[in-house]
């Protein structure tokens, strides 16, 4: 790019808008709280990886495609998890059970990320396979007085943070008052958590310097964002639902193990999604997982394309709530079917489109600007690259679909036998050719050639 714009974002941690400057422009660093694999992703679990995926390529754009890392964690280890795989594998040993449950989400997870058009992360690292470096910090915290051991598990000191609860804004009196906060007799403030506790044999376990057991929840990412991306990094995202006890707990571990002012320069959160005016949960019957929208008739009665749910997701700025409702995913299939179709090109996305991706991810105004060049590539093919290159900055390019040799003659059969028709007068039968043809997903629109005046019909596969 020529003139290299400004990125600015909202900074939970300052509460202000920040102009945004890498620590290293080589490898600008990015953390994104995955999900925890027990069960299908729901819409809203959609919501960060969609936003984070736009922010992902605005800086792949603008620092260049291979300078950003971007790790977006898979968490394995839960009591949620242990849960489920009794539940839904009763005869096997814990273990295997564990396995299948967590693998099969871990999969489906993917594949729902990547129909609705997300980047792979550079990273998806398992808290499994980060135990070790768990222990690694968890020793650090000990050894420096901030952490200490009761009743089986290994506790973090809250009070031996002088600025604990910066991200929050919580101060410890409030933290205690807090239901999310269990009060126990062997902890030394109630706000004090989980670092490590120990496991029975009917629990899964790694040996550690405590005792055969596993890890809290928030040390997986102090771990796994610190192994993959150093003691401080550029950004760390997530859901608002995380900013408390989760995203301030990563921060007191990492920042008191590694002796640093600041674990993530800047810290991102989506706001909430619900269905249908409501907040989505199972008991209310509206929970719905990206798998459902994607394959079954569970939302208005049919499947939506992941590029609808994608588009759908960012008509919304990412810190406002969603109402996720037929409605707007009727409205995103709307706009989608006025764009062209185009491939991946060389040109660089238009300016308006970066420029308000830049002013904190301001989708709403990128679309708006997007919409525009469609029309304007519509008019005017030399537009098609600018908006294909834009459309794909934010993983909403409308692809030409690829039909083999053999369905293509066979359309134009049926196209040049429907053109008979007409010339015979027999609209009943060419217009049945027309609706079947439009019930297989292919649109035709009729003509005129200019030569010789006779009638011409072209074809094209709707999305
Ligand atoms: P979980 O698997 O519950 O830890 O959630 C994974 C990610 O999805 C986190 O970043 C959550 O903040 C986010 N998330 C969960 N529910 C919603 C929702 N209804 N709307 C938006 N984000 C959500
Ligand atoms: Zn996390």
């Known amino acids: 790019m020529g003139t290299e714009p400004q ?51 605005l800086l792949r754009q603008v620092y260049g495609e291979s300078h950003v890392t971007y790790v977006r964690n898979i968490t394995d280890v839960d009591d949620k998890i242990n849960l489920r795989a009794l539940r839904d594998h009763p005869g096997l040993p814990l273990n295997q059970a564990i396995r299948l449950v967590t693998e099969k989400t871990e999969t489906q997870y993917r594949e729902d990320a990547i129909a609705l058009g997300c980047l792979e992360p550079t990273a998806q690292p398992r808290a499994t396979e980060n135990i070790a470096q768990m222990i690694e910090i968890i020793e650090k915290l000990i050894a420096k007085g901030h952490a200490y051991q009761a009743a089986g598990e290994v506790l973090f000191d809250t009070k031996s943070m002088s600025d ?122 509206n929970f719905v997982t990206i798998y459902e929208l994607l394959r079954t008739d569970k939302l208005g009665g049919r499947t939506w394309p992941g590029a609808v749910l994608r588009l759908a997701m960012l008509m919304t700025h990412y810190r406002e709530p969603i109402d996720f409702s037929v409605k707007r995913l009727e409205e995103a299939e709307r706009l989608l079917a006025k764009w062209p179709a185009a491939d991946v090109g060389v040109a660089t996305p238009d300016a308006a489109v970066v420029a308000a991706l830049a002013d904190d991810l301001n989708t709403v105004a990128a679309i708006q600007a997007l919409h525009a060049l469609a029309q304007a590539a519509n008019a005017d093919a030399g537009v098609l690259p600018i908006f294909a290159a834009s459309a794909a900055l934010l ?46 997903g292919i649109q035709l629109k009729d003509g005129k050639d200019a030569a010789t005046g006779e009638r011409t019909t072209t074809w094209e596969v709707k999305r």
């Open 395 to 440: 993983g909403l390019l409308p692809e030409k679909v690829e039909i083999d040799d053999a369905v293509v003659s066979e359309i134009n059969r049926r196209v040049s036998a429907r053109l008979e028709l007409l010339k015979a007068k027999n609209f009943a039968e060419a217009d049945k050719i027309r609706e079947v043809l439009s019930a297989e």
């Open 164 to 285: 604990y609860g910066q991200l929050s804004k919580r101060n410890l009196e409030e933290q205690q008052a807090g239901a999310r906060v269990a009060v126990d007799a062997h902890k030394k403030s109630a706000g004090d958590f989980v670092l490590w506790k120990l496991s029975d044999e009917s629990e899964p376990g790694w040996e550690s310097p405590w005792g055969r057991g596993r890890p809290g929840w928030h040390i997986e990412c102090s771990a796994m964002s610190g192994h993959y991306l150093g003691d401080v990094f550029d950004i760390h995202g997530g859901g608002l639902d995380l900013i408390f006890p989760h995203h301030e707990n990563e921060i007191a571990q990492s920042r008191c193990a590694h002796g640093t002012d600041v674990m993530a320069n800047v810290w991102m959160h989506n706001g909430f999604l619900q269905v249908e005016g409501r907040k989505m949960s199972k008991s209310e019957g």
């Open 7 to 57: 990125l600015k974002f909202y900074n939970t941690l300052t509460r202000e808008k920040v102009d945004f400057h890498p620590i290293d422009r080589e490898n600008v660093r990015l953390y994104v709280c995955g999900p925890t694999v027990y069960d299908f992703a729901h819409i809203g679990n959609a919501r960060p990886a969609i936003v984070f995926d736009v922010l992902f390529r």
